[in-house]
């Protein structure tokens, strides 16, 4: 009764037309992936060029950042000056160019410093555990419940100004975000299989930290780094504009912007590309820092 039926349902599928396959569909993800590829390298040449005007600023703007030439004060950005000139006839260009060396160093030294007590912090925290994670995360609290400009100016009062005394303020502003990743890291790697059987194999205490667990903690860590670098820059601009930074005639960014801000109606670019550069720059680190974030573990 069935040999029919196969027969029949057998002429019936190979006497069916059949339709024309479909072309594979074009992946809609990889002109995104290519626009966000071409970001990332244009972020890292943005920081690449900051990082050579800090390193050799002579090459890209050869005379001297301090003394101006009165006859050509306030002229607008043309082919002789990029940036074109202040009030007292110094090129902005090569004034931003030889502030980079403040702007960047200062911004290194606040990362440092937070990443350096941050991570001592929580990798302690994470590691004990118990009453001493519990209070080492309530100071913890306690220095995020604090705005970070504040907290900032606090220890400016108490160190005095300069951009160096500004770099170790906003270092200590973001040693409480290094303490609680780190924290949470070391955290989740304890738990992991692998450390477990480290233990069991005899492992010591210290020497599973440092083989298994800081090392496998620290990739986030980095990307903060990387996250906090711009922000510290932002930072440093601030209190540089606030006049709590680099003393003048410093070419210190923030400064630059705030000398700038009361020509603001006559000479728009003694603020506009001056803080057109902080900006480039803070987000070409935001976007590496992201870059970093989504690296495989």
């Known amino acids: 009764m069935t040999a029919p039926v196969i027969a029949e349902t057998s002429v019936e ?28 390298y244009l972020a890292f040449a943005v920081v690449a060029v900051a990082v050579l005007w800090a390193m050799i600023p002579g090459v890209f703007a050869p005379g001297d950042p301090l003394t101006g030439v009165p006859a050509d004060k306030l002229l607008p950005p043309s082919a002789a000056h990029w940036f074109g000139t202040d009030a ?23 990362v440092t410093v937070g990443l350096a007590l941050g991570t001592l912090l929580g990798a302690v925290a994470g590691a004990t555990g118990g009453i001493v994670d519990d209070v080492l995360m309530r ?22 100004f300069g951009t160096v005394n500004a770099a170790i303020a906003v270092g200590l502003g973001s040693v409480a975000a290094f303490a609680r990743l780190m924290r949470a890291e070391v955290a989740r790697v304890r738990r992991t299989e692998y450390v477990e059987a480290a233990y069991g194999s005899g492992g010591t205490f210290v020497a ?16 903060l780094a990387a996250l906090q670098f711009g922000t510290a820059i932002l930072a440093i601009s601030t ?19 705030a000398e700038g801000r009361n020509y603001i109606a006559t000479a728009w670019w003694l603020t506009a590309l001056p803080g057109l550069v902080v900006v480039a720059v803070v987000l070409s680190a935001n976007r590496i820092s992201h870059r970093l974030g989504r690296s495989p573990r």
């Not at 339709?19 to 995104?32: E, F, I």
């Not at 083989?211 to 980095?222: D, G, S």
């Open 139 to 160: 100071i913890v609290d306690v220095l995020l419940a604090i705005p970070g400009l504040l907290l900032s100016l606090s220890v400016i009062i108490l160190l005095g």
């Open 208 to 223: 599973v930290l440092r083989r298994h667990v800081l090392p496998n903690a620290l990739t986030p860590i980095v990307a």
């Open 239 to 257: 209190l540089g504009f606030l006049g709590y930074g680099a003393p003048p005639p410093t070419p210190e960014w923030g400064l630059l912007i």
């Open 88 to 110: 007292l006839g110094r090129d902005l260009f090569g004034r931003v160019v030889h502030g980079a060396v403040h702007s960047l160093s200062g911004a290194l030294i606040a």
């Open 13 to 40: 599928t190979s006497g069916a037309p059949t339709a024309p396959s479909a072309p594979a569909p074009v992946s809609a993800s990889r002109p995104r992936r290519r626009s966000r590829a071409w970001g990332l």
